[in-house]
């Protein structure tokens, strides 16, 4: 290979390679696979946390102290009167250990998507209750109660 053809194929394989680095997660509805609209919801949450989370698929605030106590706080106001104050499951499941009607929610975007859409029986949307922000916050503290075995937890991979 001539060394400027070289070059020009490392420059191409860097432009694809800082595009795809890029390249946003595509959500979906827990039930019904369609794509999640952010373009709904409460407004307020289009943060960094929330950019990064939409790049990486992981939850920023997982392990972080503040974020977890307002998540808590969040969590009692908008999801204990179903899951239980401390996630232990009521009318809907107990969400701190191994079983989860969505496997996906093992993963942070699994988990995000059936916050932010909804899900099957009572689980409706609460992308109008909570912003994005605020759901990864309820997501941290919802992962610092696990109780299960630590290689089935997909958030900490």
């Not at 989370?53 to 977890?68: H, L, M, Q, R, S």
């Not at 809907?92 to 916050?115: C, K, M, N, Q």
Request: net charge negative; hydrophobic share 35%; charged share 20%.
């Amino acid at each position: 290979m001539k060394p400027k053809t070289h070059q020009a194929a490392f420059a191409f394989g860097l432009a694809l390679a800082s595009l795809s680095a890029q390249a946003e997660i595509t959500f979906r509805h827990a039930v019904t696979g369609e794509t999640l609209s952010f373009e709904y919801g409460k407004p307020g949450g289009d943060t960094e946390a929330f950019k990064k989370f939409k790049e990486t698929g992981k939850n920023p605030y997982n392990g972080n102290a503040d974020a977890v106590e307002k998540g808590h706080s969040l969590y009692l106001t908008g999801c204990s009167g179903c899951h239980g104050h401390e996630a232990e499951g009521k009318l809907g499941p107990g969400l701190a250990d191994d079983y989860w009607t969505y496997p996906r929610g093992l993963t942070d975007v699994g988990l995000f998507e059936i916050l932010w859409g909804g899900a099957q029986g009572m689980m409706g949307p609460q992308s109008t209750n909570m912003n994005a922000d605020e759901m990864l916050k309820v997501m941290a503290w919802l992962r610092s109660l696990y109780k299960g075995d630590p290689a089935k937890a997909e958030w900490l991979k």
